[in-house]
């Protein structure tokens, strides 16, 4: 079991439309037959090194090391592919009722608010895959309504990427104790996400009597723009 808690940027709808940032800084890219054939090479690279299930031990770590790199994508719909369950977690997808960014004064439509009397007692008419703001995960339309210009995966089910990627590294007796990514650039539908890691500490902790390592991971796009980055620490057997 673990607890996510996940910071949230309130910003207005109607001005993220009308600058259309996302748009111009994330153009849909083209890919080649050789590039995505490159692509599923350094995937299977990835998939070949975690091989043996009982992940790294101490002994055989140190200061500096990298872990292979993991591509994600070029993406399709990425709102959580690890599990295919789409969390919603866009920009005022869920303001408390007492935060003063409410989704009207975001730029939404009424019907695309959290709140919706429409949702209320029918969980599937709420805010989700196909009703509310967070539809805009998989939905173009309503991407560009919240100033994204397609599908998106953001927040949340980039984490799932994270921890998906460190577990699979520390094996089947590992255990990924504290992860603390920094979001900064959505993954689109077409983009490719890199993910790299390196160790920066790899100690054994007389308290939990264990080994714990700390991973710095970074999530890149091609021309190395920065999808998030953040330590996470591991556990792995003594």
């Known amino acids: 079991m673990a607890r996510q808690w996940s910071t949230a940027v309130r910003?207005?709808?109607?001005?993220?439309?009308?600058?259309?940032?996302?748009?111009?800084?994330?153009?849909?890219?083209?890919?080649?037959?050789?590039?995505?054939?490159?692509?599923?090479?350094?995937?299977?690279?990835?998939?070949?090194?975690?091989?043996?299930?009982?992940?790294?031990?101490?002994?055989?770590?140190?200061?500096?090391?990298?872990?292979?790199?993991?591509?994600?994508?070029?993406?399709?719909?990425?709102?959580?592919?690890?599990?295919?369950?789409p969390i919603p977690s866009p920009s005022g997808a869920r303001a408390p009722t007492k935060d003063p960014i409410t989704s009207r004064r975001a730029g939404l439509a009424p019907r695309d608010g959290p709140r919706s009397r429409r949702g209320q007692g029918r969980p599937r008419l709420g805010d989700g895959l196909y009703h509310g703001p967070s539809r805009g995960h998989t939905d173009e339309e309503h991407a560009k309504l919240i100033g994204m210009p397609r599908g998106y995966g953001y927040g949340?089910?980039?984490?799932?990427?994270?921890?998906?990627?460190?577990?699979?590294?520390?094996?089947?007796s590992g255990y990924v104790r504290h992860s603390n990514i920094q979001y900064r650039f959505p993954a689109f539908d077409g983009d490719?996400?890199?993910?790299?890691?390196?160790?920066?500490?790899?100690?054994h902790d007389p308290m939990l009597g264990a080994a714990l390592v700390t991973l710095e991971v970074t999530m890149t796009k091609p021309g190395r723009l920065h999808h998030g980055q953040g330590p996470v620490t591991v556990e792995l057997p003594s």
Do not use: H, N
């Open 156 to 172: 949340a089910s980039m984490g799932a990427w994270v921890l998906d990627y460190v577990a699979a590294w520390a094996g089947d």
């Open 11 to 85: 910003y207005r709808a109607d001005v993220a439309r009308q600058k259309g940032f996302f748009a111009e800084a994330a153009p849909l890219p083209t890919w080649t037959e050789k590039q995505l054939a490159d692509i599923e090479t350094e995937r299977m690279a990835w998939i070949r090194s975690r091989a043996g299930a009982e992940g790294p031990t101490l002994e055989a770590l140190e200061v500096g090391q990298k872990l292979p790199t993991r591509p994600m994508g070029p993406t399709r719909c990425p709102a959580w592919l690890p599990s295919g369950v």
């Open 192 to 203: 490719l996400t890199l993910l790299d890691a390196e160790v920066t500490d790899a100690r």
